[in-house]
Each structure stands twice: as C-alpha cells, then as structure tokens.
C-alpha cells in the first residue's frame, strides 16, 4: 500500500514538470543547465570531484544536518509509511548531483526538509523506549536489498562515475 502512494506521488510529480514544461515551451534559453559554468566539465564530474576531495564530504553532511546518518542509524524506527520517501530522496539528489552546483547549500533545501520528520519520529521512538519496527517480511535477500538500496545505488554511483558522466554528456544532447 505505502509503494502505490510513492508511485502516486511519483506520477503527480512527473505531471507538475511536465504541466512546467509545457507553458515553457518556446521559451529562449536552455531548459537545463549540465555543464558547470560554461565549461566542457559536467556539473556530475565537478560536483563528484568536489564531494571527493578535502572533506568536503564532512561538509557535506553538515549541510543536511547529519540527517542521512540518523535515517541510516535509527532506520528501525522509522514508520512503514515515511521509509519509500528515501528513494524520491534518491532519485532527487541524483537529479541534484547531475545538474545542480553542490557547493550552494541552498540547493538541498527540499532534502532537509523530507528528511526531517521521519528522522524525529524515528529519535521519539527511540528515546521513549519503544521497540523497533520490523515488517512483516524480516528476512531474505529481498528485505536486504531493499533496506540498503540507497547505500548500494550511491556506492554504484561513485565506482562507475566515468561510465556515468559519458551517459549525462548523452542527456545532455538530447
């Protein structure tokens, strides 16, 4: 029940850009903006090699408040129906990472947003003492796969970055 609302949400999603789109048509100018200031440089290229390096990673995680390490840590607690958001979380901040400058911390408003009610009812839950919530299906590769699906996807992400920025070079021409 809870991934039908996702997909709901997902589809109303899709039909605002697309309602957005479609009154911008014909509008001069370029509708995204992949390359980083004018450059031969993918804003994925320059927004991965400045995650990579001189910690910015720490930086990083100030930005979002530490909340992607509380939603990893205190996952059990998180209610059934707040745990789908991590993929819309995903799918935006891999949008974000492939035509966003990361180093304006304005940029992950939204994610800080989406993040933070799950992860203080997750803290309540905690601090009250009350036990984890565990579905139904606890168990299997599948329960697994699913419960580390956002950890796994950006991890596919960093090894194949080369591959991945010949394919948003591909995007962008199209």
Same mark, same amino acid.
């Given at each position: 029940?809870?991934?039908?609302?996702?997909?709901?949400?997902?589809?109303?999603?899709?039909?605002?850009?697309?309602?957005?789109?479609?009154?911008?048509?014909?509008?001069?100018?370029?509708?995204?903006?992949?390359?980083?200031?004018?450059?031969?440089?993918?804003?994925?290229?320059?927004?991965?090699?400045?995650?990579? !390096?001189?910690?910015?990673?720490?930086?990083?995680?100030?930005?979002?408040?530490?909340?992607?390490?509380?939603?990893?840590?205190?996952?059990?607690?998180?209610?059934?129906?707040?745990?789908?958001?991590?993929?819309?979380?995903?799918?935006?901040?891999?949008?974000?990472?492939?035509?966003? !400058?990361?180093?304006?911390?304005?940029?992950?408003?939204?994610?800080?947003?989406?993040?933070?009610?799950?992860?203080?009812?997750?803290?309540?839950?905690?601090?009250?003492?009350?036990?984890?919530?565990?579905?139904?299906? &606890?168990?299997?590769?599948?329960?697994?796969?699913?419960?580390?699906?956002?950890?796994? &996807?950006?991890?596919?992400?960093?090894?194949?970055?080369?591959?991945? !920025?010949?394919?948003?070079?591909?995007?962008?021409?199209?």
């Amino acid at each position: 029940m809870v991934y039908k609302q996702l997909i709901f949400a997902f589809v109303a999603y899709v039909l605002a850009r697309w309602l957005v789109l479609s009154f911008l048509h014909g509008t001069p100018g370029v509708l995204l903006e992949w390359y980083f200031r004018s450059s031969h440089y993918t804003h994925f290229q320059v927004n991965l090699f400045w995650l990579l !390096n001189l910690q910015h990673i720490l930086l990083f995680m100030f930005c979002f408040a530490g909340l992607p390490l509380f939603w990893f840590a205190f996952y059990d607690y998180i209610p059934l129906l707040f745990r789908p958001l991590r993929y819309v979380l995903l799918f935006y901040f891999i949008a974000l990472l492939m035509i966003g !400058n990361f180093p304006e911390i304005r940029l992950f408003g939204e994610i800080v947003l989406l993040l933070y009610l799950p992860v203080c009812i997750a803290l309540k839950r905690w601090l009250c003492n009350l036990n984890p919530i565990i579905p139904e299906i &606890s168990c299997g590769a599948f329960y697994y796969i699913d419960r580390y699906a956002v950890l796994i &996807s950006l991890i596919v992400v960093l090894l194949f970055r080369q591959p991945l !920025n010949k394919w948003v070079i591909w995007l962008s021409h199209l």
